[in-house]
């Protein structure tokens, strides 16, 4: 009977800590500042330019749209506040530069400070561009078209 009362103990305080643990995540994700994030790239000069900040799109998944000219010249860019602050400057998770296709998902890094993503549109068009901080590792970056 103590191991059956032991169990079940065990498995309430399982629950109680778990679900205090998924608020904690929570509430430490909305803390970040990720809502102070903007598209930032050689369209922009690399400013912080207000039609490019991100809004939250989905839990945790913050977004922009831009016009983009299909010329065969990449668009370099990384997501970062106005003061490239650490933890918020994000580029890509690697030593190198990468080329994003259209709906691949790309590991960032937030702490990089030189490592950009690279985008050549095949077409002329309207495109999101897409940070997601859910989920556990390293936030995804993904671009659609939309028109």
């Known amino acids: 009977m103590n191991n059956i009362r032991s169990c079940i103990s065990s498995v309430l305080l399982l ?8 608020n904690v995540i929570e509430e430490f994700a909305k803390d970040e500042g990720y809502d102070k994030l903007y598209l930032r790239g050689v369209f922009s000069w690399w400013e912080a330019d207000e039609q490019y900040k991100l809004k939250e799109v989905a839990d945790q998944v913050y977004a922009t749209r831009i016009d983009l000219i299909a010329d065969g010249q990449p668009y370099d860019f990384k997501f970062a506040d106005e003061n490239w602050t650490p933890g918020l400057n994000c580029g890509y998770a690697s030593n190198a530069n990468i080329v994003v296709k259209l709906g ?24 999101e561009f897409s940070i997601d901080f859910g989920g556990f590792g390293s936030p995804k970056v993904s671009i659609k078209k939309i028109q």
């Open 15 to 22: 629950l109680v800590f778990s679900g205090c643990a998924t």
């Open 104 to 127: 691949s998902r790309n590991k960032a890094n937030c702490e990089s400070t030189d490592n950009n993503f690279i985008f050549t549109p095949t077409e002329t068009g309207t495109f």
